[in-house]
């Protein structure tokens, strides 16, 4: 024999595990996107990569002596016009037996307008020819994996590196900063970048130090302990010894103009995993 209490509650129940579904689908998408906002993405053109989280600006952080040398970027020149530019492309390739192992495309800027633009472009095609270059050692590393996959009879999809650009000019400063995508297939996908810095007054690529007119060990220390600061914000991100290492892998350090700054990053792999991209600071130009 039924109970017709039970019946009678059936639809409050019903009412009840829907709504308790409902919070904790809420629930999910909440830390889902506050996960999101911990780890910043680097949009391009082929794919979304999670890169390591940046430093900003605080008053907590030391801050640069005043320039004691008479070599930096004037922020109030506006003496050098704004440069044009048009897109070139370089690409080479890496095959057995009429199969694409590794494929390069990189896309560049050739600038023109007033000053030593010529000097510019040189430097910028070379380093767009190197980044487009299959080297020995990734054409050895391919053919492994190709060879491994007939063995194994896992498909080996192919690595494909994907490189644009972009550029920023500010007065006499210009950057210009490659991202390239590389792709090995499924998941397996990260981002690089390569930054090179201009003065457009004499075509010459230029350093931090020379950008903020202060010598070479005022400004690495400056920037070491902002590295410092962001090794401690996310410790899990970086390797144990990130900390040690910043003395050798700030002689690798690259650097590119921000909207606000300039930016200031280690390549990945140096001290957390490459997964995560370069390790990256940000230095409003109020600090400089």
Known sequence: MNKPGIKKNIPYLA????????????????????????????????????????????SDFPTLPPVTEDKAIPPEDESSSLLGYTEDFLSDSHSVDGIVLVSKTVSYPVFSGDGPVETINRSVRGAALTLSSVTQTEKEEADDEFAFSGVSGIAFEGITHVTGYTTIQKNSALSVLFETVVLNGGANTHVTHRALCFDVRNGNVISLDQFTGRDKDTVLSFVKSRFRALISSEPDIYYDNATEMLDISLSLYDFYITDTGVAVFIKSGEISPAAYGDATVDISFEEL
């Open 15 to 58: 009412a009840f595990l829907s709504a308790a579904a409902i919070l904790v689908v809420a629930f999910v998408i909440k830390n889902a996107n506050i996960r999101r906002q911990e780890l910043p993405v680097t949009v391009t053109s082929a794919t979304e990569i999670v890169t390591a989280p940046r430093t900003e600006t605080t």
